[in-house]
């Protein structure tokens, strides 16, 4: 029987030693902030790009848009600094 007792015993403990490197390897892979950065950051650029070739005409008008609104500050801040220096 004391036996039997110490394989069960030899059994959960294998088993809690596997559970712990598990819960380490996790928590380690958590911890590699780089790498986690760079796997999102590939994602969001393959995701991106695929919703460019999808919906070209869209990325059209959003590049449209913000042209427009880079020639309106411009116009707008050279117009304001024209009336600060008269």
């Not at 088993?15 to 958590?30: F, G, N, P």
């Amino acid at each position: 029987m004391n036996e039997n007792h110490a394989s069960s015993e030899s059994t959960s403990a294998e088993q809690q030693r596997a559970e712990i490197a598990d819960t380490v390897s996790t928590l380690a892979a958590k911890a590699d902030i780089p790498a986690r950065v760079s796997n999102e950051a590939v994602f969001q650029t393959t995701r991106a790009t695929n919703a460019a070739q999808q919906h070209p005409s869209a990325v059209a008008g959003i590049v449209g848009a913000v042209v427009a609104g880079i020639v309106v500050t411009v116009v707008l801040r050279r117009k304001h600094a024209k009336k600060v220096w008269r």
